[in-house]
């Protein structure tokens, strides 16, 4: 199983810490993957938080259908991975989320998306995309946030966990 950390150490050292679980789907279909696009240029895997009393599976399937409107075909998830991130928060001086990564299948044709007040002022787009162009946003996304950083904004947060993850998968080969 891969394990990493993002640290933006864009934090109060020794502050308060709110906790995290998160879910992300890693979708492939003939050499394109299931991503999300923000009005950024960036992209994203779908996915997000765990509700109390879901388990990852059902996050998951839940998540997938509210950013893509792809349904994910039941029994289809393989863990690949854990991403650790540690970031200003927003609830605590510290956010640490955990993110776990699986491989899914969607099926069928996609509905209508559900997303949340932010995700639509990000405009959250689900778009099949080979991973060399997203990592290629991603990687220009992530320059731009360095100039915000360094202008005391705070950065897209996804990000850089997911240009991590887009060149892991690279030099892997995509596959489970």
């Not at 690949?80 to 609830?91: A, D, H, I, S």
């Not at 778009?127 to 202008?151: I, S, T």
């Amino acid at each position: 199983m891969t394990e990493f950390t993002v640290d933006l150490h864009n934090y109060p050292e020794g502050g308060s810490v709110f906790r995290r679980t998160a879910v992300r789907g890693i979708i492939e279909r003939q050499g394109k993957y299931l991503l999300v696009r923000e009005k950024y240029g960036d992209y994203k895997f779908p996915g997000g938080g765990a509700e109390p009393g879901e388990t990852l599976e059902e996050t998951l399937a839940r998540e997938i259908q509210e950013e893509t409107g792809y349904p994910m075909k039941p029994g289809s998830a393989i863990k690949w991975g854990v991403v650790t991130e540690r970031r200003k928060g927003q609830k605590a001086d510290i956010m640490v989320m955990e993110s776990h990564y699986f491989f899914c299948q969607v099926e069928g044709p996609a509905a209508k998306q559900k997303l949340d007040e932010y995700e639509e002022e990000h405009g959250f787009c689900p778009v099949w995309a080979a991973l060399p162009e997203a990592l290629e946003q991603n990687r220009r996304a992530e320059k731009e946030q360095a100039e915000l950083c360094a202008r005391g904004e705070s950065p897209i947060p996804w990000v850089t966990r997911d240009r991590m993850v887009i060149e892991r998968l690279l030099k892997d080969g995509g596959q489970p």
